[in-house]
């Protein structure tokens, strides 16, 4: 069956709006950059419009194309249709797979089924499968940190599900057991906090001190680049507000990470609406960043919700520049010879 319509971006009755309330000393912004699309999410989306304008509605994308609600909504508008399993899709139809990746099984449904596949999946997320073959093939077994039931973990664990297990935390790291610690390998989520997943393999080689890491970092780039800028940011925010969903693994480690790093409060929403008042009592200087799948609009609300509330001083707080492309699916690349730029959309 069809994945349940997800609610339209914006509510029909929006709450008051935030009221300027005066606090000590000055009210400003503290605006991170980079924030927001990554390159592979721009990919995934650029990917489902095109093949719409290619191939017309309706195109079929595997689970959300990236995890966040407004996008999602609307390329439903546009004619995408969300599904949760190839199953759910006419066969000879087209079907997208999503940025998070899929387990090799998903791909032989799919030819089955006699799919017209595109598949969107994230370059990096590709290049940690591609490790997973390669270790498990040199008769390796493979600690993948991750949070399980994720769709990239489930897609990657698939690529060797006989010699993957599943570490979802530090602490999984003192109990998870292996079958012999001289062909020990560990691989990650790419968008996991950096900072934890470190405390994990530190931890893993306490107990496996044999224990080998994969041939490059593999949490992502723009991961790292939006925890690093919310760091800088944290460390002079009174609050700091991530725009992202909750199915946004990414943006819910930039809330962490904001806290972590010193922020006195730090929450996640999808629109602007949902920023509280009560958020704001006596806050001088707010943070404000989004995960790798928001759109730039979406910010760009919070900014103006805030400013109506005498936040108006924006100071955009840099510390690194992206400027990644990806290629597109070859599916779609006569219809477009590359993706956007992350970050512009």
Known sequence: MPVPRIPAPRAAARREPLQDIPVDGHKRVLLAA????????DRAVVAVEKALEQYGAPVYVRKQIVHNRHVVTELEQAGAVFVDEVDDVPEGAHIVFSAHGIAPAVRDAAAARGLRAIDATCPLVTKVHREAVRFARDDYE???????GHEEVEGTAGEAPDRITVVNSPDEADTVQVRDPSRLVWLSQTTLSVDETMETVNRLRARFPELHDPPTDDICYATQNRQTAIKEVARDADLVIVVGSVNSSNSVRLVEVARQAGAAAAHRVDYADEIRQEWLTGV???????GASVPEVLVREVLDDL????????????????????????QVRDAAPEAHRGGRR
Do not use: K, M, N, W
């Open 34 to 41: 980079p924030r927001g699309y990554c390159a592979g999410v």
């Open 142 to 148: 493979i600690l993948l940190i991750g949070h399980a």
């Open 284 to 290: 001088g200087t707010i943070g404000v960043t989004s």
């Open 307 to 330: 400013a109506a509330a005498g936040y108006r001083d924006v100071a955009q707080v840099s510390t690194a520049e992206e400027d990644i492309v990806f290629a597109l699916p070859r």
